[in-house]
């Protein structure tokens, strides 16, 4: 989580909301990072859970990402937690909720919904006042 700390720092710099996300092999090894860039990049979908989900595969060679974690600041929106789906990720963590927008048991909890046949294993609120506090800094300054 300290790693998808530092990511969200980065978002920062484009002008883009402070979420990071870093997608981690089995044996916990660093497969690819991400952060948003949707004003950076002009990408209504490029958010860091997108991001580093498409690095993590491209790397690998290949779109399944079984046995792997995804960790990220922020809990993911819908198309993120599809994202996550589609992957086939085996685990989920995040840090703080996203009430307004979170798909991962606040709003929604897409990813545990029974009618789905990949449910990854879903962790909150891994350093979630640290998460939420980079973006509360961020919302006051705008
Ligand atoms: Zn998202």
């Avoid at 990408?43 to 960790?71: F, K, S, Y």
């Avoid at 937690?81 to 996203?98: E, K, M, T, W």
């Avoid at 046949?117 to 891994?126: A, L, M, S, T």
Wanted: charged content about 25%; glycine content about 10%; hydrophobic content about 45%.
């Amino acid at each position: 989580m300290r790693r998808a700390l530092d990511e969200a720092a980065e978002a920062v710099r484009g002008g883009d909301v402070p979420v990071g996300a870093v997608v981690l092999a089995e044996d916990g090894t660093v497969l690819a990072t991400g952060h948003n860039e949707r004003e950076a990049g002009g990408d209504p979908t490029a958010h860091a859970e997108v991001l580093a989900l498409r690095r993590a595969a491209a790397g690998l060679g290949q779109w399944r990402l079984a046995g792997c974690t995804l960790v990220v600041t922020l809990e993911p929106c819908t198309m993120c937690a599809g994202a996550i789906q589609q992957s086939r990720v085996d685990r989920l963590v995040y840090g703080a909720r996203d009430e307004k927008a979170g798909a991962a048991g606040s709003l929604w909890d897409l990813l545990r919904d029974r009618r789905l046949n990949h449910r990854p294993e879903v962790i909150e609120g891994v350093l979630a006042e640290e998460c939420a506090r980079l973006l509360t800094e961020f919302f006051r300054t705008r």
